[in-house]
């Protein structure tokens, strides 16, 4: 308690000082936090993305030929097969799970009056778990739909609000009646596809065409990124094969991996939590030398008044209690305003931009969600902030307890 | 009360300098004495060895009994605190802190509690005529008030001797006088022995006892 009115008196007299000081802490403190609260925002959007998407799942797509082979010259168009299905549903058991295929069309829906031209995909039973569709209403394509080539939909709940429809209602795709089967809610980004069983689209839309649209599959065991690159080479060399494409073309199967995806996207956040954290320490950094810098000069500056201190009884302990504690509350408080106002700056950040969502035309994503810091971590910087503005404190202070009574009775 | 015998002091500097060739001095208790000389005489260097300000290269240093010699900051500080009280030139009162704050401080690094203390400080402000200017800052006070108050800062401890540096060296003549009378009547009535240093034939002739020092020996 005396000590403490000792050094609210000191810091009544150097109020302009003391404010400094402060400053000096409270921004430090406030950058970091704001600093760490924007990247996680940033991160956390991109991490929705990818999240979207299962991440052990491949899609292959057909592409041109990029060598000339076998008398055929490069440039050549490559579509799928139903051959190629069957190959990388038999040939890579180790790896490959479960093997499906999305086929493509865009014919006239519609339902009473209202209609629409969006993409029909066919699809296999296990899409709902590659691309996370989000089911609010009945349910997903199953396997007897694709063994009876069920004419059945599932749509999306702007769709069907647009067609007017409902669950069960029957609609047209073309001159064919679709049954809606079940309603997903659509992601913000994309046009919504409606989802159909992949062997009943096939079989009506695409039966003059021996293209098998994309081929999609889940997977397992590839941890490594060497381990996926070994894996898509195979892969590519077998269904190069089966098109008499140079084992070595990568232009010809497109593949789509979403688990390599996914690590270097890790990767990237990785290398951009540490660039936050770098600069977010150094911002800190600032403000435990503003600390120092000015302890150094109040020290200084009272070197006369701990001599008459000392002259009068003042022990080296006693000195050296005063300058610290007086540097461990200084930065504690405002270290303390700082950690409130960058808390309430992410807040503000995810009441404001963490909910706009940049319109991209095509489709809508957010730049910004849940951009804040956990209270562990601004606790955590407010200590390194504290701990280290006592070090700062403690070099002066140890000079200044040191120093003769006499010599510091001669300072002005 | 102080027993000085074959003191000696030098400073090295870049030519090494003798100020105390061999003091031997002895004050006894309840003695008030000055310590007179020329500037460079070593008379300061003497008061604040004396004052455990300053060691000294040899020699031997009793005060009250208690051999002074080659002590811890932290000992000299608390030798400072309780057995000596010292009026300096420039008063040397902290200037954030009221009249009576400044007479309560050495009694704070006694660890005296806070009520205790001040109710002591005020006493002893009211014995140095200054008990309505007890909440006064030092640059509201004049010379000769702030110099009283450095004296009651003196005494608060109830010390062994009071070390006094030129203690009207910053005073205009009329209240020199008046902290002279001060100090001789809190030696003729209370017995506090006290050591002034002055170069001012005036001061010295008040007190009982003048010791003349001249390039680091007594004459």
């Not at chain 1, 700056?345 to 969600?369: N, R």
């Not at chain 2, 704070?108 to 200017?133: C, N, T």
């Not at chain 2, 809190?186 to 007190?207: F, M, R, S, Y």
Request: net charge neutral; charged share 20%; with cysteine.
């Amino acid at each position: 308690m005396e000590l403490l009115n000792e050094i609210w008196q000191t810091v009544q007299r150097n109020k302009l000082r003391t404010g400094l000081t402060g400053f000096a802490v409270a921004w430090g403190i406030f950058m970091l936090i704001v600093l760490l609260g924007a990247g996680n925002g940033l991160i956390n959007a991109q991490l929705l993305q990818t999240n979207r998407f299962l991440s052990n799942s491949m899609v292959a797509f057909g592409g041109w030929t990029s060598k000339p082979y076998q008398g055929m010259k490069e440039g050549r168009m490559i579509q799928l097969q139903q051959r190629d299905i069957a190959t990388t549903d038999k040939e890579f058991k180790g790896t490959i799970d479960e093997v499906g295929a999305q086929y493509r069309v865009s014919p006239l829906v519609s339902h009473g009056s209202q209609y629409l031209y969006p993409q029909v995909m066919g699809v296999y039973p296990n899409h709902i778990r590659i691309d996370k569709v989000d089911m609010t209403q009945g349910r997903f394509i199953n396997t007897i739909d694709i063994r009876e080539k069920r004419k059945v939909l599932v749509i999306s709940e702007k769709q069907a609000k647009e067609l007017e429809a409902k669950l069960g209602d029957n609609i047209n795709l073309g001159n064919f009646s679709f049954k809606i089967v079940g309603i997903y809610k659509e992601q913000e980004n994309g046009q919504p596809y409606i989802f159909s069983s992949y062997t009943a689209i096939k079989g009506i839309f695409g039966t003059n065409s021996s293209d098998a649209g994309n081929i999609e599959f889940t997977f397992h065991g590839l941890d490594t990124e060497n381990d996926n690159e070994a894996f898509e080479k195979k892969y590519r060399k077998r269904l190069n094969a089966n098109h008499m494409v140079h084992p070595e073309d990568e232009g010809a199967i497109w593949l789509w991996n979403r688990h390599m995806q996914n690590m270097q996207m890790n990767k990237a956040i990785g290398i951009m939590r540490m660039a936050l954290w770098i600069v977010g320490l150094f911002t800190l950094l600032s403000g435990i030398v503003g600390v120092s810098n000015i302890m150094l000069i109040t020290v200084k500056e009272r070197t006369h008044e701990f001599g008459i201190r000392k002259a009068i009884g003042a022990k080296p302990w006693a000195i050296l209690k005063l300058i610290i504690t007086e540097s461990i509350i200084i930065t504690t408080f405002f270290g303390y305003i700082g950690m409130v106002l960058g808390v309430a700056t992410c807040e503000y950040m995810d009441a404001t931009i963490g909910h706009t969502k940049v319109d991209a035309g095509l489709f809508k994503a957010s730049m910004f969600i849940n951009p804040t810091v956990g209270i562990d971590i601004c606790i955590e910087a407010t200590m390194v902030m504290i701990i280290a503005g006592t070090i700062a404190g403690l070099i002066p202070a140890l000079k200044a307890a040191k120093t003769r009574p006499i010599e510091a009775l001669r300072a002005d | 009360m102080i027993h000085l015998e074959n003191i000696n002091k030098t400073y090295f500097g870049a030519q090494p300098l003798h100020v105390l060739k061999g003091i031997n001095l002895d004050i006894e208790a309840g003695e008030f004495v000055s310590i007179m000389g020329a500037s460079g005489s070593g008379k300061s260097t003497l008061l604040n060895i004396l004052g455990i300000l300053d060691n000294y290269d040899s020699g031997i240093y009793e005060l009250a009994g208690t051999r002074i010699w080659n002590l811890s900051e932290r000992k000299a500080a608390e030798y400072r605190n309780h057995m000596i009280g010292f009026i300096f030139q420039s008063f040397n009162l902290i200037n954030f802190k009221t009249a009576v704050e400044n007479v309560e401080l050495p009694l704070f690094y006694q660890g005296v509690s806070r009520k205790k203390r001040h109710q002591l400080a005020l006493e002893y402000l009211e014995k140095l005529g200054l008990l309505d200017w007890a909440e006064h800052y030092p640059n509201e006070l004049s010379g000769g008030q702030k110099q009283r108050v450095a004296i009651a800062r003196a005494l608060i401890t109830n010390p062994k001797i009071i070390l006094a540096d030129e203690p009207t060296g910053a005073l205009d003549s009329k209240t020199s006088v008046e902290v002279m009378e001060l100090l001789k009547n809190l030696n003729k009535e209370e017995h506090i022995t006290q050591v002034i240093v002055t170069h001012d034939p005036g001061v010295a002739q008040q007190t009982n006892r003048i010791i003349r020092i001249k390039d680091g020996v007594i004459e």
